[in-house]
């Protein structure tokens, strides 16, 4: 029976991704930063268990308490919408701790299990943001655009070790709790002058014709699990797919 461990598992794509490999059979260790095992059926293959991504201490607490494991998916992120102008950069650094740092830190330091046993596998849950631009996340979308780069080059230096390094990108899924967990940090991030422009901005994400919800992010992290190939990009949802194809058809052309 493998064994997987996913990050920011209290709601949206952790949560999903969590209760959808614990109902195919696999061992599941859900960590949140505060741990709420009633979030999950019971059951002798999951294990909740606390993890705060930016603290090494609680990194290394949450990697021992779990013991060896097969596949980590590193789903713990934050979400910011607002005027890259307006955006403290303290608050830029934290979006960075958590989405890059936290992300860099957790595959460290499952990495050393994974040479020895010369098999692993980690999946960076990223975002379409890097598929296409988009305007008021410039900071978001830089923290994600850095670990799709990690992401590339780690899987190569990885390959002679037979351990894989996979990327998973939304799209945008207004069922997650992605501005509502970040609402308080985004107050006053969009300055009267960019009033009228955010607001078309928010109006045409309300009513998006392709959404992404947390079974597509699930079942792109399953497949992503389960191929053997060397695959680096799954897109999840529709909205990221139709974007995937765009990019790689304007690669194709030298665009």
């Known amino acids: 029976m493998k064994t997987i461990l996913i990050t920011g598992c209290s709601s949206g794509y952790g949560l999903e991704t969590a209760r959808h490999f614990q109902a195919r ?32 201490e609680s990194i290394a607490a949450a990697l021992e308490a779990a013991g060896p494991i097969d596949v980590l998916v590193n789903n713990a992120g934050l979400g910011l ?8 950069m303290a608050t830029v650094r934290d979006i960075f701790e958590t989405n890059t740092f936290g992300t860099m830190a957790m595959t460290q330091a499952v ?12 999946i960076n849950v990223t975002s379409s943001v890097t598929l296409a631009p988009m305007p008021l996340v410039a900071a978001y979308t830089a923290s994600k655009t850095a670990i799709e780069g ?7 230096e990885l390959a002679p070790f037979d351990v894989r390094v996979k990327l ?6 207004p ?3 992605f501005t509502a967990n970040g609402a308080e940090r985004m107050q ?30 699930a079942e792109a992290v399953w497949r992503a699990a389960g191929d053997p190939a060397a695959t680096l990009r799954y897109p999840a949802g529709a909205d990221a797919i ?14």
């Open 175 to 177: 069922g997650t709790r």
């Open 25 to 56: 059979g696999w061992q599941v260790i859900a960590t949140m930063r505060t741990p709420r095992a009633e979030l999950f059926p019971l059951s002798g293959r999951l294990r909740v268990l606390p993890l705060d991504v930016t603290k090494p």
């Open 111 to 122: 990495l050393p299990q994974f040479r020895r046993r010369r098999s692993g596998l980690v």
């Open 188 to 217: 006053g991030l969009i300055p009267e002058a960019y009033g009228p422009f955010a607001q078309s901005i928010f109006a045409a994400l309300g009513s998006p014709t392709a959404v992404t919800a947390e079974p597509d992010v």
């Open 242 to 255: 139709a974007l995937a194809r765009n990019a790689a058809a304007l690669r194709q052309s030298g665009v």
């Open 81 to 88: 919408f607002g005027a890259f102008e307006a955006t403290p």
């Open 168 to 173: 998973v990108e939304p799209g945008y899924g």
């Open 150 to 156: 990690f992401t590339a080059s780690l899987a190569l």
